[in-house]
């Protein structure tokens, strides 16, 4: 069982360019989400969905796109790369969005752009 | 607006010292609290959550939480910390329309 794997854990984009960053769940948890972390703003929602087939935004989804194709895979993708995204992105799953349910994550993924 | 107030963004304990985190939140309607745990370099991992009940919650590595309805608090406590405790430690919660909402983190920061 390996939980929330998220990929790449590193990587450097050029202003301007796109890309994705991918993220898997083996847990059939039907809500998913990617959140942003920042020094001292603590975790900030992009997006999430719900299940297959159903985004929405969270609190800062300019500049970022999802799709949720099957109930394991929750792609994020940077349209046109800005510094401003310059972060460490967190994929996240739950069963469900409404109960206590523990949230699990993935180890993380570092993006720098210059 | 919801909001979780982590008062301290840094603090510094001696090793084998007790320490409290502290977690302010403005939501009169509560509906679950959480402390989650970040290690250098990882992701967050549940230490421990309030669902309903007993409101002193015990959680993994030693840790607990006391909810305080009357004072909207929920502060994480270890009566001795060791150097492996050193992480960066979140409080949410998840108010009555079921939005998480996110502290800033407290970095806990162990002294030899």
């Known amino acids: 069982n390996a939980g929330v794997t998220q990929t790449p854990k590193f990587q450097v984009l050029k202003t301007g360019q796109s890309m994705t960053l991918q993220c898997a769940q083996d847990?059939?948890?039907?809500?998913m989400s990617w959140y942003r972390q920042d020094p001292g703003m603590g975790l900030r929602l992009i997006h999430y969905?719900?299940?297959?087939?159903?985004?929405d935004q969270g609190e800062v989804p300019n500049g970022y796109n999802v799709s949720r194709s099957t109930t394991e895979d929750f792609p994020l993708r940077l349209l046109s790369a800005a510094p401003s995204q310059t972060s460490v992105y967190f994929c996240a799953s739950s069963p469900d969005r409404f109960s206590g349910n523990t949230i699990y994550f993935g180890e993380g993924s570092w993006l720098t752009v210059v | 607006a919801q909001s979780v107030t982590q008062l301290d963004s840094q603090v510094p304990v001696f090793e084998e010292a007790p320490v409290e985190l502290r977690c302010n939140y403005s939501?009169?309607?509560?509906?679950?609290l959480f402390w989650y745990v970040q290690y250098p370099n990882q992701g967050l991992q549940l230490l421990l959550k309030?669902?309903?009940?007993s409101t002193l919650v015990k959680g993994i590595n030693g840790f607990e939480a006391e909810f305080n309805k009357s004072q909207t608090s929920f502060h994480l406590r270890k009566p001795s910390v060791h150097i492996s405790d050193t992480a960066e430690y979140f409080c949410?919660?998840?108010?009555?329309?079921?939005?998480?909402?996110w502290g800033a983190g407290t970095k806990l920061i162990i002294k030899p």
């Open positions: 969905s719900v299940g297959a087939g159903i985004t």
């Open positions: 309030y669902l309903s009940g």
């Open positions: 949410a919660v998840k108010d009555s329309n079921y939005q998480l909402i």
């Open positions: 939501s009169s309607v509560s509906v679950y």
């Open positions: 847990m059939n948890h039907e809500y």
